[in-house]
């Protein structure tokens, strides 16, 4: 009995595998050439929200006014020192909670974390804070991507 001789040519596993492998980095390129910031604002968005979280627990275990300043692209902590005087906390940069992306944004404000938890506009702490933060991107025309609720009776931040 002869044996045939061996054709030239790839085998089916081999072009399922290539065809497999391709589809994958399909998968995980084209967003990022298209330029879809969906992961980048959910980083960002958990970056915002534990900075916020932090400066609550700083608050109160310190016994402290903790002021979150939300800029653009960070969140800068600072805590009362005395009277006007804010300083930057010890271990924590302003770089800790930012991005670097120039395509994202969050809403701007202030929020001052009460001692009691409390999140309120004025370091005084006479009005409670209310509203969102929203992560939104430049590209496809101011999408929001993410919502940070804050509630300022309460602290929670989600």
Sequence with gaps: MRRRARTAGFTMVELIVVMVII???AAIGIPRLVGDK???AAVFGDQVVSGLRRAQKIAMGHRRVVS???GPRAVVLRVNASGSTWIALNGVDDGDYATTD???SVTTGVLYFQPDGRVTTDAAGA???VGSL???GAVNGG???RKITVQGA???VE
Excluded: C, P, R
Aim: hydrophobic share 45%; charged share 10%; no cysteine.
């Design 23 to 25: 589809g994958a980095l």
């Design 38 to 40: 969906s992961n980048e």
């Design 68 to 70: 979150a300043t939300v």
């Design 102 to 104: 120039t395509d994202l």
């Design 127 to 129: 009005i409670a804070w």
């Design 134 to 136: 929203d992560i939104a």
């Design 143 to 145: 999408t929001t991507f």
């Design 154 to 156: 309460t602290g929670y």
